[in-house]
């Protein structure tokens, strides 16, 4: 039997991390990528392929990927995107260029490199599209506008997608992780600082409580769970021959996901503001 082969983006740490390390031990061909080199050295002395990908360079993409496609003589049966970041504050306070940067990388490049990912899932007949998107990518939260949009963005994308795809052999699924161990918190630090001038807010005050939460607070939020959950149910979606088009991953995820088709907005905005 063929070994299947993936393209797993946001390896470095976390989500993409694990979600490598389990494929490669369910017995896939895992080609784990990273946007800066020296994490892609890290994987390959692991022993995994490792194609640098920066979704803000096209030419990265483009290069990594014809590495992927030179490796498996021009097939690809999946690919993951997950790379991805944050940059907390206030909508308010968060610059159109900031925003313009955040959809660089979690939105425009994920299409990218979808888009050139295709037309090889088309000549071979078959192929998965797996978004890792978040319980951000249909209930709102605040402090996290600039995030909360481009997960909005992807799941509008994918739906589309799912639905053109419909007949091609193609499937496209979005996994939806609540609260999940990674370093997500530690790298919006660099994003933060540079693009949100708290001291200047008009909620400079509020602003003490989101510093804790990103230079001093250690402890797992409520219902976290390990990465591990996730490449769980991306096995899943990998699996199934006939995956279903959203995976919830996590408490707060199934129980958003369930309050958001039962209540009136302003009847969730509520349950949200409460945390």
């Not at 299947?4 to 017995?27: E, V």
């Not at 997950?82 to 313009?100: F, I, K, Q, S």
């Not at 490049?109 to 007949?125: K, N």
């Not at 890792?132 to 739906?159: M, N």
């Amino acid at each position: 039997m063929t070994q299947k082969s993936i393209l797993i983006t946001g390896c470095s740490s976390g989500i993409g991390l694990d979600a490598a390390h389990g494929l490669r031990a369910a017995g896939w061909r895992v080609f784990a990528s990273c946007r800066a080199q020296y994490d892609c050295d890290k994987r390959i002395a692991e022993g995994f392929e490792s194609p640098r990908i920066d979704y803000t360079d096209p030419k990265l993409i483009q290069k990594g990927l014809a590495e992927v496609l030179e490796a498996t003589g021009g097939t690809l049966d999946a690919l993951f995107n997950n790379g991805a970041y944050a940059c907390p504050g206030a909508v308010e306070d968060v610059p159109t260029d900031a925003l313009r940067a955040i959809f660089e990388t979690n939105v425009f490049g994920w299409h990218e490199l979808t888009r050139a990912v295709i037309p090889v899932m088309r000549q071979q007949g078959h192929g998965r599209i797996v978004q890792c998107s978040s319980i951000l990518g249909f209930v709102p939260y605040k402090w996290r506008g600039a995030y909360v949009s481009t997960k909005y963005a992807l799941e509008g994308l994918s739906d589309v997608l799912r639905l053109e795809m419909a007949e091609t052999g193609i499937k496209v699924v979005l996994i939806e992780p609540g609260p999940i161990t990674s370093k997500i918190r530690q790298n919006a630090i660099p994003h933060f600082e540079r693009w949100i001038d708290w001291q200047a807010s008009a909620r400079a005050q509020q602003y003490e409580t989101l510093r804790h939460r990103l230079y001093e607070e250690s402890e797992p939020d409520r219902f976290e769970l390990p990465a591990a959950a996730v490449t769980k149910v991306l096995l899943r979606a990998l699996n199934s021959p006939n995956p279903k088009p959203r995976y919830y991953v996590t408490t707060p995820t199934h129980a958003m996901g369930l309050l958001k088709r039962m209540l009136p907005s302003r009847a969730l905005d509520w349950i949200i503001s409460r945390g």
